[in-house]
């Protein structure tokens, strides 16, 4: 703001139609006093005259002191526009009172730490609102006290309503300019990382997010709407926004530089001041809260400023020569940064608190100017990764296809060998087929020739005259043949696959029982187990076990004829991995000599080891044989 001044040629002010559109500093118009610590009502104050100072007769303002400030008003008569504003800075406490004569017409309260229940609804935190009426004679009298370690400074103005708010609206678009362009810039960062997903944009975000607030909460308006009847809880949360962008700062800077793996020192350096930077916030609100001294705080705050320009300076210098020409925009970035923190710390050493009227557009500007230098650096970095994925999604393509072209040909030679493969696989099926129609023919020839060679020895056996004593040996010879034949018949119509033993049983004993009884007086009961076939290796020498077994049962058991209702038992079963055979007929007469002395039974137990089998004799009731026949070696429990 730029402001005409005006020089009081004498004591009082006056305030006429001559002065109504300047800004008017009051310094040179009031006196001062240090207030008594025995005496604090403003009455005493305002008539007590010799303990009053000019104000340029001092010196330094003590820290913490409470002070009087003094000053007499006069309007002229042709003062038209009466209303103007009283306006200060920072000042924690201020107390006005407006005195016309000897009567006080207006006590108002106001300040930076003021509860908002105590300020009047037509001022505001730092502005008092008067009404001066012309051709009047007025006092102004100030208690202020500045609590936050600071030397107060007493800065009042007065302008006219008018003006003020002229310039208050040239501020106030000024600020929401900034404060825009702020939004806009966060609004486009959070749809880029929405799009991109690319995780710098959640620090930036971060960084221009807090310091935009910690700009904002400088204004009054913040502490009065978010923290209206506790605003010294306000102004001790504003550093921890400053902190939190620089903590945000810091890991962009980790995360875009990729620091960790560019310099493992820098990036432990980096852990260890944001580390500091959050032990520091959280101290300084405990501190600033309870004591209110801002001040001491302050001076940490730029030490650690101090450490955090050393840092970036030394970083960056040796990390130039190694980063890339898109990490180069954070590094001026960086540097405005600095220079930020700079100005911080030399405009806190010339202006002390005065600074904090400046730091709200100061801040707006850098961190919107560093914003964009960080979306410049960051966009070129994802058009850099664009073009390396393009390029390397190319030679993966290139690859691709060559890779392609390589399986392609590899498979035509293989279809090529495939077909030259088939080709001789096709010869030699056919001559396989041609050897199985070969072999076939020989096998369906030499089944012929063991049947025709059975039947020749069965009719020869027939036909032969024998004497006495070898009619029975002959008969016997001959049963035998038949039971080959019968067995070579069954084997003949399965084309040498496997037998259901059902089928060979049953066969076995209607054939036997049309020889030797024909009509039918003996029952032959056979009970076998289903699902139970017979491999050809076994199947012969089941037959001749059956045929010797029903044989002998026939010629041996009935011949006395006192047999009631005589009857063979034939009954085969499985348990587990046995099959279990029991033989047996209801003959009266049960014979040792014929349970084991004939040459048939000597057969049937060669036969049955031959099948891996057991046999067992029981003649305690009746004629009985068991035998045990293993499942593995030649029967099976598939369904054929």
């Given at each position: ?83 103007y ?45 008067l ?39 040239d ?14 810039l966060?609004?486009?960062i ?47 949360l ?49 501190y ?9 705080i ?13 840092f ?48 709200p ?17 960051i ?26 072209e ?23 099926r ?25 039947q ?5 056996s027939?036909?032969?005259?024998m ?30 696959e ?6 060979l ?13 024909p ?13 139970c ?75 049955v080891?031959?099948?891996k ?28």
């Open positions: 703001m730029f402001s005409k001044e005006v020089i009081a040629k004498a004591q009082p002010l006056e305030l006429s139609n001559q002065n109504k559109d300047e800004l008017i500093f009051l310094r040179e118009y009031y006196q001062i006093a240090k207030a008594d610590t025995d005496v604090s009502d403003a009455p005493y104050y305002y008539s007590t005259d010799f303990i009053f100072k000019p104000f340029s007769a001092i010196k330094e303002l003590e820290a913490g002191a409470v002070y009087w400030v003094k000053m007499p008003l006069v309007t002229a008569a042709n003062l038209r526009d009466n209303r504003v009283l306006s200060f800075s920072n000042l924690t406490f201020v107390d006005l009172y407006l005195y016309e004569g000897s009567e006080l017409l207006t006590h108002k309260k106001n300040g930076a730490f003021r509860p908002r229940s105590q300020i009047f609804s037509d001022d505001k935190r730092f502005q008092f609102s009404d001066l009426e012309p051709s009047k004679e007025y006092t102004l009298l100030f208690r202020v006290e500045h609590i936050k370690g600071y030397t107060p400074y007493i800065d009042f103005y007065l302008e006219n309503w008018s003006v003020h708010g002229k310039l208050t609206k501020t106030e678009l000024t600020d929401a300019f900034l404060l825009g362009a702020v939004i806009a966060l609004i486009y959070a749809l880029s990382w929405i799009v991109t997903r690319f995780r710098p944009y959640i620090w930036i975000f971060c960084f221009l997010l807090s310091l935009g607030l910690y700009s904002y909460a400088l204004h009054p308006e913040f502490i009065d709407y978010f923290f209206p009847e506790d605003p010294k809880l306000g102004w001790a504003l550093p921890s926004l400053q902190r939190l962008g620089t903590i945000s700062f810091y890991l962009l800077m980790i995360d875009f530089l990729n620091l960790k793996k560019l310099s493992i020192s820098a990036y432990k350096g980096a852990i260890i001041i944001m580390s500091m930077v959050a032990f520091l916030s959280a101290i300084s609100f405990i600033s809260y309870h004591t209110g001294n801002f001040r001491q302050n001076v940490l705050t730029f030490a650690m400023g101090v450490i955090n320009i050393s970036l300076t030394i970083t960056f210098i040796r990390l130039w020569p190694k980063i890339d020409k898109t990490q180069k925009f954070l590094v001026f970035g960086i540097v405005l940064f600095v220079v930020g923190i700079l100005v911080l710390i030399f405009g806190a050493l010339l202006f002390k608190e005065r600074l904090l009227l400046f730091i557009m100061i801040t707006l500007l850098s961190i919107t100017v560093i914003t964009i230098l960080f979306l410049i650096g966009r070129l970095k994802l058009r850099m990764i664009e073009e390396e994925q393009i390029e390397l999604l190319e030679d993966n393509n290139r690859m691709q296809k060559e890779h392609n390589s399986i392609e040909q590899k498979v035509m030679d293989r279809t090529a060998e495939l077909l030259e493969a088939n080709l001789i696989l096709e010869d030699q056919i001559e396989l087929l041609e050897k199985n129609q070969f072999i076939e023919t020989l096998i369906d020839e030499v089944n012929h020739r063991v049947k025709n060679n059975l020749l020895l069965y009719s020869l027939s036909m032969s005259s004497e006495k004593e070898d009619a029975p040996a002959m008969l016997s010879m001959r049963d035998r043949i038949r039971a080959m034949m019968l067995v070579n018949q069954l084997l003949l119509e399965h084309k040498g496997e037998i259901d033993l059902e089928e049983v049953l066969e076995s004993a209607r054939k036997l029982q049309y020889v030797y009884d009509g039918n007086l003996i029952h032959v009961h056979c009970q076998v187990e289903p699902n076939c017979v491999q050809p290796k076994v199947s012969l020498p089941l037959g001749i076990i059956l045929t010797e077994l029903i044989t002998n049962s026939y010629k041996y058991a009935f011949l006395n004829g006192k047999q009631k209702d005589p009857t063979i038992f034939l009954h085969f079963w499985k348990a587990g991995e046995i099959l279990h055979f029991v033989y047996e007929d209801n003959a009266i007469d049960v014979s040792v000599d014929r349970a084991s002395g004939s040459l048939g039974i000597s057969l049937i137990k060669d036969l080891r031959q099948v089998g057991t046999i067992v004799l029981n003649l305690e009731n009746r004629f009985r044989y068991e035998f045990k026949f293993p499942l593995n070696y030649g029967f099976t429990g598939i369904d054929c």
